[in-house]
């Protein structure tokens, strides 16, 4: 836990309305911008998954976790893929010479014999911190070290004597002291073992999940001298519902984590495995397939095999370097490009700077399509990154990001996220965590409901807002100013029927990772105040209402679910024991319980359980002045698109794109670009506000089609005046009829 540094460290100003009917005065200081805050309690809300905020282990004997109130803790990495738990032996393939040792055990005569013992201590360390959630790997690649002998050469890869075989059912009695003399590790009797020490999975020391391997997609490269051939599709697929069904089958209400995969390669085609192109044609991408192929196999089995996608995510994007790699405060492009990283993964109008970006636009952003690729093909799959990082450990930037990180996760529904240490300081992103979990010291944490939550501009600033339960008497805000150089005007307003009286302000800045109570409000008015937040800056706002009363709470439970609903309509039946709260039934303050306050019930209860309007924007980035390219992947697709220019004034459009299937007649290879008489979207005119709508059918199979202004012009009178191009902004593309 970190120290918390309780005063008023950098004297933030927090202004507040005069008069309760009075918007707060703005004034906007030299070097500052104005940001709108909008928090609506009455729109949808989505629970937060309890185990968001989670960490890997260190892997040190001593102390396993890491110092932050984590959530969730996750013991896993390349040292675990070729992991022995029977004498405690791992490798640690390309990562150190392909050693095998005790490492794991932190080389500890003692511990060594005990088998298990890494995993035994991390559960054990984890239940002693309250960490609710703990996840454990288990070997899927063939092989386990057999020794601790040291460097494994090129002559003894498995099989060979330095390698014991790994198999996922052991098909005979288990046993609690396993025989190292057989040749073989079996995970079910592993599984087995952690069982009769910890306790299952609905246990407080027990593993609640297991992860199936780590990174599979690149055994042959960080695991070469265990798993030398490149891991095929069919390999995978089976092992999956293998070693999954193992599991399963001692410890049934474990989760199995599935697949771990590295990154964007690995997303797409495994890594370029040597089967892929057999699936290539039926699927967008492998995730598509392996969810496709663990649904396939639930029907086998009777029971779902893989319970959580489990990807990670080290962000490609890049400064004057990749900003997982760059720990110069001073490079100003790395920072901006970290701030900013986190949106790739749920904006579909950003684009980062990276080789991804450049090569794979259309699976970007990436959380739209793991979410579209569940929903097709194995719905109620849960998503997990147990590897993730933006960079930045020992730095304001990485907190700011980190913490952004961590609402987005909750906005798009991530289950479980643990960060990955890529340095050795990384004390800003274990303070960004504790800013959710533990911001005062005393275990106050971020609501575990999200609420409906907006910002102006959010390349500037991003907020995320939150309540426990439906109790809306303490509200929860984590804001951010990712400007380097400038100071956040936070003009904030809460639609909520709690008046909010007082607020705390915590924060993280560049002066020091500590979590510091920079600032207390007590005039907030009409549910508004203004705050400033320095540069570079996240707070966690904590707002409390003295008088408040729970609408809708009409049985007293705490809660407004559908239990009220039934009790209030019980009490207008006038059924025998049905007693009400008065006072929490009352919605529609017309001064009695009525039937108009059951119908204000539901549809409360409707708007908090819907889901939010879908987001039908489409990507697109400016290549040149009055040129744009569009996303690749909305061929088929009617888009509307909207220009921005003077009013009354003429655009005429045209568009190209590349066709991969049509065939270069002068030479004969597949692929061309198409540009001429058949792709002219005409001359159309500006109306009176300067706007211009513009629908537009993709071709089918269309990629990197690019939109062209070949004429802006005014024509007034007789005359016809050619414009700048520069003059027209593209302000957004979205998809028709949404």
């Not at 892997?59 to 040292?79: H, M, P």
């Not at 006072?583 to 119908?599: I, M, P, Q, R």
């Not at 299937?661 to 061309?672: F, H, R």
């Amino acid at each position: 836990m970190h120290k918390r540094i309780t005063s008023a460290v950098l004297a933030l100003l927090v202004c507040a309305s005069a008069a309760a009917s009075s918007v707060p005065q703005r004034i906007q200081a030299a070097d500052s911008y104005d940001l709108e805050i909008l928090v609506d309690a009455d729109a949808s809300r989505k629970p937060i998954s309890p185990y968001l905020y989670g960490v890997n282990s260190d892997f040190r004997k001593e102390e396993y976790l890491y110092a932050a109130d984590g959530t969730s803790a996750r013991q896993g990495g390349n040292r675990f893929s070729g992991y022995n738990w029977e004498i405690n032996a791992s490798n640690a393939g390309r990562d150190y010479l392909h050693y095998s040792d005790a490492y794991l055990v932190d080389f500890d005569k003692e511990q060594l014999a005990v088998p298990g013992a890494p995993a035994l201590g991390f559960a054990r360390e984890a239940a002693a911190k309250n960490v609710p959630y703990k996840i454990t790997t288990v070997q899927m690649a063939g092989y386990a070290a057999a020794d601790t002998a040291g460097e494994i050469t090129e002559d003894e890869i498995a099989p060979s004597p330095r390698w014991v075989e790994v198999k996922p059912t052991k098909g005979s009695e288990f046993s609690l002291t396993p025989d190292t003399t057989d040749g073989v590790v079996y995970i079910d009797e592993y599984v087995n073992y952690l069982v009769e020490n910890l306790g299952d999975a609905e246990s407080a020391t027990g593993y609640q999940a297991y992860n199936l391997d780590n990174e599979p997609s690149l055994w042959s490269a960080t695991h070469a001298r265990m798993h030398p051939d490149k891991v095929t599709c069919e390999e995978i697929i089976t092992k999956s519902k293998d070693y999954a069904a193992a599991i399963k089958a001692v410890d049934p209400k474990a989760e199995i984590f599935g697949l771990a995969l590295y990154g964007m390669p690995a997303y797409l085609h495994f890594n370029n495995a040597p089967d892929w192109e057999e699936h290539s044609a039926d699927y967008d991408w492998f995730l598509s397939y392996y969810l496709d192929e663990m649904a396939k196999a639930e029907q086998e089995h009777g029971k779902r095999l893989v319970d959580v996608l489990d990807i990670h995510y080290y962000s490609e994007a890049k400064g004057e370097c990749r900003v997982t790699e760059c720990e110069d405060p001073t490079h100003t492009s790395c920072i901006e490009a970290r701030v900013q990283a986190p949106r790739t993964l749920w904006d579909p109008t950003y684009l980062e700077v990276s080789w991804l970006a450049d090569n794979y636009p259309e699976f970007m952003p990436v959380f739209r399509r793991v979410q579209n690729s569940i929903d097709t093909y194995y719905p109620d799959t849960k998503i997990a990154l147990t590897e993730y990082n933006f960079g930045g450990g020992n730095q304001i930037s990485g907190a700011v990001a980190q913490a952004d990180a961590l609402g987005v996760f909750a906005e798009n529904g991530v289950y479980v996220s643990n960060l990955w240490a890529i340095n050795s300081d990384f004390s800003y992103q274990l303070s960004a965590i504790d800013l959710y979990t533990n911001y005062d010291g005393n275990g106050s944490a971020f609501g575990n409901t999200l609420l409906t939550a907006s910002s102006s501009n959010i390349e500037k600033g991003t907020v995320y807002a939150a309540i426990d339960g439906t109790d809306e008497s303490r509200m929860t805000m984590v804001l951010t100013n990712k400007s380097v150089t400038e100071t956040q005007n936070a003009h904030i307003t809460l639609d909520s029927p709690a008046e909010y009286s007082s607020a705390k302000v915590y924060g993280i800045t560049g002066d020091s990772s500590e979590i510091q109570l920079l600032r207390t409000v007590d005039n907030i008015a009409d549910n508004q105040f203004t705050l400033e937040v320095p540069a570079m800056t996240v707070v966690q706002i904590e707002l409390t209402a003295d008088d408040y009363t729970m609408r809708g709470d009409v049985n007293e439970d705490g809660s407004v679910d559908a239990a009220d609903v039934r009790a209030l309509n019980d009490f207008l039946l006038a059924k025998p024991d049905a007693v009400i709260s008065a006072a929490h039934a009352e919605l529609t303050e017309d001064g009695s319980v009525n039937a108009f306050d059951l119908a204000a019930l539901k549809k409360l209860l409707h708007s908090w359980g819907s889901e939010p309007a879908a987001d039908d924007r489409v990507g697109y980035w400016a290549t040149k002045d009055g040129q744009w390219r569009i996303r690749n992947g909305m061929g088929g697709q009617t888009v509307t698109m909207r220009f921005r220019a003077q009013a009354g004034n003429y655009l005429k459009l045209a568009y190209g794109y590349w066709d991969p299937n049509a065939v270069n007649e002068e030479t004969g290879n597949a692929g061309v670009w198409i540009h001429g008489d058949t792709t002219q979207l005409g001359k159309h005119q500006f109306d009176e506000n300067g706007e211009l709508l513009l629908n537009f059918t993709i071709p089918d199979g269309a990629k990197s089609v690019e939109l062209m202004i070949y004429n802006y012009t005014d024509e007034s009178g007789d005359t016809v005046v050619q414009l700048e191009k520069s003059a027209v902004a593209l302000d957004s593309v979205t998809l028709s009829g949404n």
